[in-house]
């Protein structure tokens, strides 16, 4: 008795390709695929969501691409760059909140008050840093990362493997969604905005009407406490509003 395993090496290849997908989107995208979480456990991640997604994303590669080398190499440099773009497209989503952040630090005297983002690895304000931990925690407590799954499982009906990578429409989204992240960024930051620049004018002119006070010396604290204020006063409206961003954004890469 003999068992006929001819099959494995094609399930290994379209396993491969499809890892090729699954593994550059889940590198960069929100939630799942932030630096703080160990790269051990992003592999992982990756490699069961690619087992769990087989059987959804085998049908549509093409039969017998172990015949065609160089086909196989496009088919993997193909998957590399959706991969790629619609993980990079959803990773400019959530630096809305990096933006907005820093924008609120420098309005609120806070810009100096540097530490370490656990989502990006790098330096940056406190409250930008706050506010990104806080947006990676809602995601995951709103189910909003389930989105994420969902774009992970449609990429394969929006854009087939073995044709060519609408390299023109992912620039155009790229354009569309940078702009909105700075549009989304200004509007939540507009109050500390608005109050920063009355409070700088009054500041310059109470030093005209009284020269000889230390105006640096009163105006940091005042600063300082009204930012903070201001930034508990509006915490919640702001996250509400980014998490329907969030959501919206991320359902352009789903069919639902």
Do not use: C
Not at 20 to 43: F, K, V
Not at 191 to 217: A, E, H, R, S
Not at 238 to 246: A, Q, R
């Amino acid at each position: 008795m003999t068992v006929d395993l001819s099959f494995l090496p094609q399930i290994a290849v379209v396993y491969m390709l499809m890892f090729a997908r699954l593994g550059s989107m889940l590198m960069l995208l929100p939630a799942l695929g932030e630096t703080s979480i160990p790269m051990r456990m992003r592999l992982s991640v990756a490699l069961m969501l690619t087992l769990v997604l087989y059987p959804v994303g085998a049908g549509a590669y093409p039969e017998a691409i172990l015949s065609n080398p160089l086909r196989l190499f496009m088919l993997l440099g193909g998957e590399f760059v959706i991969g790629f773009s619609i993980g990079l497209i959803a990773k400019m989503i959530t630096s809305v909140l990096q933006t907005g952040g820093i924008v609120m630090a420098n309005m609120s005297g806070l810009s100096f008050a540097l530490g370490s983002d656990l989502t990006t690895g790098q330096q940056g304000a406190l409250l930008s840093n706050y506010l990104s931990i806080l947006g990676v925690t809602l995601i995951f407590l709103t189910d909003s990362h389930y989105l994420v799954i969902a774009a992970l499982h449609d990429s394969f009906d929006l854009f087939p493997p073995g044709q060519w990578v609408p390299v023109g429409d992912f620039a155009e989204l790229a354009t569309t969604t940078a702009g909105e992240v700075l549009s989304i960024a200004t509007r939540l930051s507009a109050p500390f905005i608005v109050v920063g620049l009355v409070f700088y004018f009054g500041l310059g002119l109470l030093n005209k009407l009284m020269p000889q006070m230390q105006i640096f010396f009163i105006a940091m604290p005042v600063n300082i406490g009204i930012g903070l204020v201001l930034f508990l006063v509006l915490l919640s409206a702001m996250m509400t509003f980014y998490l329907d961003h969030f959501q919206q954004a991320l359902g352009v890469f789903t069919n639902g």
